[in-house]
């Protein structure tokens, strides 16, 4: 069993990466194989309503120039996924938006999500994680995924690069979205 995590942040090595690792690390203690892909680093162009995903339903974006495509046959191998972004002016950031676009429309014909097991993971400092969690999580319930939640909202909250590490509660929702996903994955496994 898998699990990829998709890294929103421009900042690979911030607060969203580290809630995010934090999931991944439990579920790695849970004997699941996890990879971590940075995406809001790179370089995503929005969708432009081309349309041509829908007409060739083939699971792609035409746009085959940027980091999408590979990302959909890494989701395509795994059995769950996880969306991570932190919140820029109370919504998710410009570079999660233009992947879960992308994404989504792309793979939507081919149902790629449906029954995979999903999470979505949000980096604050005050407003905007629940528009950010719902935002991520639309993906999810428009594609048929299984949605795992956790003890609280998946979110953790950090002013500065770092300090999402002192937030005890949100790290210990971390852990607990980490081993309700094992938990999940196992049993669908032994469905």
């Known amino acids: 069993m898998k699990v990829v995590a998709f890294n929103g942040s421009p900042r ?24 971590l892909v940075h995406v809001g680093s790179r370089d995503i162009h929005g969708c432009t ?40 002016f109370g919504d998710m950031c410009a570079q999660m938006k233009a992947f879960i676009d992308r994404v989504g429309y792309a793979t939507r014909s081919v149902k790629t999500f449906k029954g995979k097991v999903c999470a979505s993971v949000v980096a604050v400092r005050r407003n905007g994680a629940l ?28 002013n500065t690069i770092g300090a999402v590490e002192n937030d005890e509660e949100g790290i210990n929702t971390m852990v607990t979205l980490g081993k309700n996903m094992a938990e999940v994955l196992k049993s669908l496994k032994r469905a």
């Open 131 to 158: 528009f950010t969690f719902n935002a991520m999580n639309n993906l999810f319930t428009l594609s048929e995924a299984i949605i795992v939640g956790s003890s609280y909202w998946n979110q953790g909250i950090g």
């Open 49 to 88: 309503a081309c349309q041509k995903c829908m007409k060739l339903k083939n699971g792609r974006c035409v746009f085959n120039d940027d980091i999408v495509n590979p990302s959909i046959e890494k989701i395509e191998q795994a059995d769950g996924v996880i969306l991570g972004a932190p919140v820029y």
């Open 12 to 35: 690979p090595k911030g607060n969203t990466y580290i809630l995010l690792k934090t999931v991944l690390n439990t579920l790695e203690s849970e004997g699941i194989e996890t990879e």
